[in-house]
């Protein structure tokens, strides 16, 4: 049974940082696409960050230069490295893993990051 397992969401000031991992119980993690999403109260689902397989990133515009997503392949993680905090980036993050091509697609539980002072 494939599990994605997110850590280090809390509480943090504006201005902060927190970084943010996923534990992907995956085999072949490496030929996956990684990525972050997001879902703030009342709002839809949005992508924060991806990183693909050869290791090429895209992020949102609103987290451009100031989130950064990475990968291990050796420990089947994936991180996400957020700084320069705002309150608009309050949400669940969510890890996913997708295959495309082997219409695979995986979730985790989320994460809960606040941002406030």
């Known amino acids: 049974q494939v599990q994605l397992v997110e850590s280090g969401g809390g509480l943090v000031q504006p201005g902060g940082s927190l970084r943010l991992s996923c534990a992907a119980s995956?085999?072949?993690?490496?030929?996956?696409?990684m990525g972050w999403y997001r879902q703030a109260p009342g709002k839809q689902r949005e992508l924060v960050a991806q990183?693909?397989?050869?290791?090429?990133?895209n992020y949102a515009d609103s987290v451009q230069g100031r989130f950064t997503i990475s990968r291990d392949n050796a420990k089947n993680t994936v991180y996400l490295q957020m700084g320069n905090l705002k309150p608009e980036d309050t949400a669940v993050y969510y890890c996913?893993?997708?295959?495309?091509?082997?219409?695979?697609?995986?979730w985790g539980q989320g994460t809960q990051v606040t941002v406030s002072s």
């Open positions: 990183i693909s397989s050869g290791g090429a990133t």
């Open positions: 995956l085999s072949m993690f490496s030929i996956y696409a």
């Open positions: 996913n893993a997708a295959l495309p091509l082997a219409s695979k697609n995986y």
